[in-house]
């Protein structure tokens, strides 16, 4: 049973920052590329970031880049989304996946692209 958890998040001023970590049990963490996506009231699901198994290689979304830094951490099976100068069209729930392993080092950025989520959490920017 693969499990993945988020946290870390809560309600921050613009201009702030926020440390999201994703945490996973039951599958070979340190094998397969995570990424970060996000869902915002009303919008689809989007790609936030992802980094490969050996945190070589890193893909960000464009609104993001210079402002958000993914990290891995595969002796403690947990992957970080650091966040700083945070607006508010950075309010969203944020959530955790695993890449599918045919994949393998590829860095993904569909929903359909990776299978094991966590539950999400939230993310919330006042101006």
């Known amino acids: 049973q693969v499990q993945v958890v988020e946290s870390g998040g809560g309600l921050v001023r613009a201009g702030g920052s926020l440390r999201l970590s994703c945490a996973a049990s039951?599958?070979?963490?340190?094998?397969?590329?995570v990424g970060w996506f996000r869902q915002a009231p009303g919008k689809e699901r989007e790609f936030v970031a992802a980094?490969?198994?050996?945190?070589?290689?890193?893909e960000y979304k464009d609104s993001v880049k210079g402002r958000f830094t993914i990290s891995r951490d595969n002796a403690k099976a947990t992957v970080y989304l650091q966040m700083n100068s945070l607006n508010p069209d950075d309010t969203a729930v944020y959530y955790c996946?695993?890449?599918?392993?045919?994949?393998?080092?590829?860095?993904?950025?569909?929903?359909?692209?990776?299978?094991?989520w966590g539950q999400g959490t939230q993310v919330t920017v006042s101006s």
């Open positions: 996946a695993q890449q599918k392993p045919e994949f393998y080092a590829a860095l993904k950025t569909g929903t359909n692209d990776y299978d094991y």
């Open positions: 039951g599958r070979t963490f340190s094998t397969y590329t």
């Open positions: 980094i490969s198994w050996a945190a070589g290689s890193t």
